[in-house]
């Protein structure tokens, strides 16, 4: 009885012992998470200013959205272009920089820690600004374009239609992290398969294609999955290196919230910022919903 009474007590302390190391998190869930998503929903269905109690209004915000704000098509618009353009290419420049590293030599170490540093700092606000400088018509870029092409002097990377693609290039360039799931999938695909290709006469094309590839395909997926998501939520990029402009041709979705919810003249709209993160949240599902569903297509599960 004695040994069956430690025990329990013993089991009661564990359990004391998780619940308290376990307390941050849980408040901090509680506080930063679930209480404010409970309360934005609330706010959607409100006309709220911060400043006055909220005005329960039901669908009119929502109503708005898709009726009379064309603004939100444009920011979604954008948005969408962004993240179908940028996800792909930084996941194949990604994987492309992953199969260079994958060879160990005395310096692959340091070129692994020198590619994922971009994406330690990239969405830093010096980053941002930096990348600013770098694209204006006097700055390094154009710098370095005037002595390759001595046709191109002071070329305008913040017009209507080049605009985006600063942003794009500043995310293919943080593709660190990517690139280290792709090498750590690399170091996982057995050697013997590649032996048994070379035995058979396939060269190192073909075995990329019909090995290498095939085997990365949920790694693939996976990279597919978090940096959509990570496109549909970019935010300090448009804001600090275009503010959306201009004409609105860089205002990603996630800025044009901000705007709505925190104005720099007039009212705060933070019932109509919070339709608005709702309806991108749903977004967001239905992307990450597809891609899943799309799986099956072309995902290698052996």
């Known amino acids: 009885m004695d040994k069956k009474k430690n025990f329990r007590q013993w089991i009661g302390q564990e359990k004391v012992a998780g619940y308290v190391f376990s307390l941050p998190f849980i408040i901090g869930f509680l506080m930063f998470m679930l209480i404010p998503m409970i309360l934005s929903l609330y706010f959607s269905f409100c006309k709220y200013d911060i400043q006055t109690p909220a005005k329960f209004i039901g669908l009119r915000n929502y109503i708005n959205i898709f009726t009379d704000d064309t603004s939100f098509w444009k920011a979604l618009r954008v948005t969408c272009y962004y993240a179908l353009i ?30 994922y540093l971009p994406s330690i700092i990239g969405g830093s606000v010096a980053v941002a600004i930096l990348w600013r400088r770098m694209f204006e018509p006097t700055g390094t870029i154009n710098a370095i374009l005037s002595v390759v092409f001595p046709g191109i002097t002071n070329f305008n990377w913040f017009g209507e239609g080049s605009a985006i693609w600063v942003l794009i290039i500043l995310t293919v360039w943080q593709f660190g992290s990517s690139m280290l799931i792709f090498l750590s999938s690399l170091k996982q695909i057995n050697r013997e398969l590649y032996e048994a290709a070379e035995v058979d006469g396939a060269n190192k094309w073909r075995q990329f294609w019909k090995i290498t590839l095939p085997l990365l395909t949920p790694t693939i997926f996976f990279n597919l999955v978090q940096q959509t998501i990570n496109s549909f939520l970019a935010f300090t990029q448009s804001k600090l290196i275009t503010d959306g402009q201009p004409n609105d041709s860089t205002l990603f979705y996630t800025l044009y919230v901000y705007k709505k919810a925190f104005p720099n003249m007039g009212k705060s709209q933070m019932g109509y910022a919070s339709a608005l993160a709702w309806i991108m949240l749903i977004i967001i599902s239905a992307v990450t919903a597809l891609l899943f569903w799309s799986r099956s297509k072309w995902v290698y599960e052996d």
């Open 86 to 115: 940028g996800t792909p290419l930084k996941v194949i420049f990604a994987l492309i920089i992953a199969l260079i590293l994958a060879k160990d030599t005395k310096l692959t170490g340091f070129y692994r820690a020198a590619y």
